[in-house]
């Protein structure tokens, strides 16, 4: 994404590949794409299928997969005797 300093306007644009690379020729340039995250992108296509619009997941059932995560997580612990939390069993 490119935006036009004297506008503010963000220009989007297609890339057909696995990797986009963001070159920052200015310091400011830096602390913005240092400073972004997936909550800066609002819109994702890839091969012709919208997979993020309007900053939310498109055909992604992000309950089931937190609560898959989370049984994915407690199943480890239970195997290595790791506790949960950061501060030890409290």
Request: overall charge positive; cysteine-free; charged content about 25%.
């Amino acid at each position: 994404m490119l935006a036009d300093e004297r506008s503010g306007v963000a220009f989007a644009f297609i890339v057909r590949a696995g990797l986009l690379v963001l070159l920052a020729r200015f310091p400011h340039q830096v602390a913005i794409v240092l400073g972004m995250d997936t909550s800066n992108v609002d819109t994702v296509i890839i091969a012709g299928t919208v997979k993020k619009r309007g900053g939310r997941l498109v055909g992604v059932d992000v309950a089931r997969v937190t609560r898959l995560a989370e049984q994915s997580r407690d199943f480890i612990f239970s195997k290595t005797g790791w506790s949960r939390s950061i501060f030890g069993d409290r």
